[in-house]
């Protein structure tokens, strides 16, 4: 992957002041909202071209036709979840250069990610999109993420700013929290990525903050992201997350998303006029949204970028390597992983995630690639026949049912996968469709405007096609929508569901289930119908089904024990279906969905060489953990997880993967849980305060199932003695210094973190704050020394009397590890004030 190759061009600002003072009021205030769902607003008489988003940030997601774009499938790779687990910023930063030039092969400029907001507590619903719990650490992979992307002239959009923690009534909640809290956790991240990355976009959260919309948070927007951290890009708000005119403006939304426009616009040049907006405010965004435009060369003489690549075999390997990388080992009693395949001749495959690779949690992040590689695919490649696998699937894992899978839908010519869909632009599929679509996904979220470029109002569409399923049952079948939409099965009405046509503050959206019986293989036609109320900005409709088996006859669980009783060992793959985690909704609890939790108990009893692999975007509750041997944590690993996992569990791989989210033992140890508005209320008060994670833990002297950081490996390591002098003067770099070493027999990365406690605070600090690491391969035998170098921010708390981030004289103490429960070295310093 090469760089960019720069030719002279006229400097950016340059070309920004020249656009500018061509711009009549209603250019500019044209161009601070969206033409639609992914564009921004052209303007023809300057060459000015939409800039074109589109929704990521594991994944270019372009698998609907909305407003022409390109459609398509795309390499999906781990989601943040898994890419903090690598605790690779080096990795991630190739990550990202792959993910720019899919960006760029897919006709779009925009990537909306990463998702950088901290993971407060275990049941949020995008945890699984997100890096960590711990700010450090969050902000150095956003780093490597946003340089990745932006190297390949793609631009990024960091989101989402601010305090976004919960699904739940994210629309209208407000997040409360301290100044000192929010500058220390909840902001440290996005600070850092803007001052080294400088991403080209910002997008504002749903919620309030404080009470104040971020979206006219003029504190947050004006003062912090434009002020003091002097950021030149463009704040965006999430899609339809703006609700005025005058706030926005002067508080530093710059781009309203998506369109047709709904608050700027023709209101927003009618403030100008009526000077109740200085035209000063305009330029501002307007000058943003300008260079934007400049830098993705979306106008008449701007760079054109390389061509971009998507699919390719080097980004899908680089994807298993994120995989392998992030794959943590949690417990490996009697060094029963890897496999030895010399001496196992049979193995159990089991569990509701060992045949389907999940590879991601649903919401607007989710991908369709072109296939996926499931654990069991993955082993059975790799084993061939000298080692016999017997599947059982064992049970269910679903809360809510799974959006029916692309690889069950054919086009109508069978040519290839996903449903022929139709759009028109009247409510009664009358006329010449005004837009034709291969739709890979039955997941539909339309904003104010269609596919079709008619009658914004009111429209209709129908999909043709096929339905394949895997195996014969009786299946579930379950709407999800507004509107009125209908399912036909071999030309039989199977489900319809009309739903209230109000849209506040669900959107008008209901649920309804039907059962159908389907036989394997054979081709089902299948036709689906939705009709728009009138009116109604939001659209939104989705199809799920799953086989459904009776309690009272099922008997898959004793089916499973039967297969580990008769192996040699057992895999239990255990986790979470499709969508259980997602955006727009928080997880119920920590339990592990349906029967799993008996499953692995009954696996072990009958087999004690059980190895439980877990595939899920959040700490779970392990009551069996005391009976299995080993477990490994795979995240959400993406398209070619299954070859990750199976290439860690035969040891082709040595796990390396550490947890970027302490795993409490139980939901009542979370910090949040403290506060009686954890989840889904008006105000949500971050009462925890600076205690978030593994801080709260350390402080309550609370004893996880997993600490923050953990991650064992197949070789060992031996920590030396920390290097670093006794006294430093205030402003000068803190030099530190770690000797380790492989004193195992198998080659292996080590994550060697650095944690600083201040031992002399005037207010009150976490017992340790994780501030440098650096992950090392070494050969067996092999010894390196590592070094970091710690800053005075790095020293700093934020206070918030006087207003300024302050490194106090005083004792410190360095502390390196394995983990943040597993320090290895200690030593002290000094800092002085000079003179």
């Known amino acids: 992957m090469g760089k960019l190759k720069s030719r002279p061009v006229k400097p950016v600002e340059a070309r920004v002041d020249a656009f500018l003072s061509q711009l009549t009021l209603d250019e500019k205030v044209t161009l601070l909202s969206g033409k639609d769902v992914w564009n921004t607003m052209p303007l023809e008489r300057l060459g000015i071209q939409s800039v074109v988003m589109t929704d990521g940030p594991h994944g ?408 394949r399923v895997p195996e014969s049952s009786e299946y579930r079948l379950s709407l999800q929508n507004s509107g009125y939409i209908r399912v036909f099965l071999n030309g039989e009405l199977v489900l319809a569901n009309k739903a209230p046509a109000n849209s506040a503050p669900d959107h008008g959206i209901s649920s309804k ?68 985690e997602s955006e727009g909704g928080d997880r119920p609890d920590m339990d592990l969905p349906s029967p799993q939790d008996e499953l692995i108990r009954q696996v072990t009893q009958a087999n004690p060489n059980t190895i439980v692999v877990l595939n899920c975007g959040g700490p779970v509750c392990l009551p069996w953990l005391d009976q299995v041997p080993a477990v490994l944590n795979a995240f959400y690993p993406g398209m070619e997880g299954g070859n990750a996992v199976a290439r860690v569990l035969l040891g082709e791989v040595n796990p390396s993967g550490k947890l970027p989210v302490t795993f409490p033992k139980r939901i009542e140890d979370n910090p949040a849980f403290i506060n009686n508005t954890y989840y889904g209320a008006r105000d949500i008060n971050y009462g925890e305060g600076l205690f978030v994670g593994y801080r709260y833990y350390d402080k309550r002297q609370i004893e996880p199932a997993f600490p923050f950081g953990h991650g064992l490996s197949y070789t060992t390591f031996d920590y030396g003695k920390i290097t670093m002098d006794e006294m430093v003067e205030t402003g000068e770099p803190v030099q530190v210094k770690v000797g380790i070493c492989n004193t195992g027999s198998k080659a292996g990365m080590e994550v060697i973190q650095l944690y600083v406690r201040d031992v002399e605070s005037s207010l009150p600090r976490p017992p340790k704050e994780l501030k440098g690491f650096k992950k090392v391969l070494l050969q067996p035998g092999e010894e390196k020394e590592v070094g970091f170098t710690l800053s005075m921010r790095d020293l700093s708390y934020y206070d918030p009397y006087q207003k300024r981030w302050i490194a106090e004289a005083g004792e410190f103490e360095i502390l390196i590890g394995a983990s943040s429960r597993d320090v290895r070295a200690r030593a002290k310093f000094r800092l002085i004030n000079p003179g």
Request: aromatic share 8%.
């Open 60 to 467: 270019v997601r372009t698998c609907h036709p909305e407003m022409g774009r390109m459609v398509g499938q795309a390499t999906c790779f781990p989601t943040g979840i898994a890419m903090g687990a690598s605790w690779d910023p080096e990795l991630i930063e190739r990550v990202g250069e792959a993910l720019g030039e899919e960006t760029i092969g897919m006709g779009c400029d925009i990537l909306l990610g990463p998702c950088i907001n901290i993971i407060r507590a275990p049941l949020g619903g995008r945890n699984f999109e997100t890096y960590s719990e711990d700010p450090y650490l969050t902000g150095r992979l956003g780093v490597g993420y946003v340089r990745g992307v932006q190297s390949r002239g793609v631009g990024t959009s960091l989101k989402h700013f601010a305090c976004n923690n919960q699904e739940i009534e994210r629309f209208r909640s407000s997040s409360n929290l301290d100044e000192r809290t929010l500058r220390e956790i909840y902001l440290s991240a996005f600070e850092a990525i803007v001052k080294e990355a400088k991403p080209w976009t910002v997008m504002c959260s749903y919620n309030r903050i404080n009470g104040v919309y971020a979206s006219q948070n003029h504190y947050l927007l004006k003062e912090i992201l434009k002020g003091e951290w002097d950021y030149k890009g463009a704040v965006i708000s999430d899609w339809d997350a703006n609700h005025t005119v005058f706030e926005s403006i002067k508080g530093g939304l710059d781009l309203e998303m998506p369109g047709p426009v709904k608050y700027y616009g023709r209101l927003l040049e009618q403030a100008v006029v009526n000077w109740q907006i200085e035209e000063d405010a305009i330029d501002d965004a307007v000058r943003r949204i300008l260079r934007l435009i400049v830098w993705t060369g979306k106008h008449a003489n701007g760079v054109r970028r390389k061509p971009g690549s998507v699919n390719t075999p080097d980004h899908q390997a680089l994807a298993q390597q994120l995989a392998e990388e992030s794959i943590v080992l949690l417990k490996n009693e009697g060094n029963i992983l890897p496999l030895d395949t010399n001496k196992i001749k049979s193995i159990a495959v089991i569990g509701p995630n060992a045949a389907e690779g999940r590879i991601g949690g649903g919401g607007s992040s989710f991908v369709v690639p072109p296939h996926r590689v499931s654990p069991l695919q993955g082993l059975q490649s790799r084993l061939g026949p000298d080692v016999r696998i017997v599947y059982a699937k064992g049970c269910d894992n679903y809360i809510n049912p799974p959006v029916v899978s692309n690889d069950w839908l054919l086009m109508p010519d069978k040519a290839g996968m996903g449903l022929k869909g139709e759009y028109f632009d009247n409510s009664g599929f009358q006329g010449v469709p005004t837009y034709s679509s291969q739709d890979l996904r039955l997941d539909f979220w339309w904003f104010a405007s269609t596919p079709a470029a008619g009658s914004l109002q009111r429209s209709s569409a129908h999909w043709n096609g096929f339905l």
């Open 513 to 580: 289930d039907a059962l159908a019986s389907l036989t394997a293989g054979s081709l089902i036609p299948i036709r689906i119908e939705f009709i728009r109320h009138e009116n109604q900005d939001f659209a939104h409709w989705r199809l799920c089904m799953h086989p459904w088996h009776d309690p009272a006859l099922d008997n898959r669980l004793a089916l499973a024990v039967e297969a580990a009783r008769q192996c040699d060992v057992a895999l239990v793959f255990a986790g979470m279906a499709e969508g259980n």
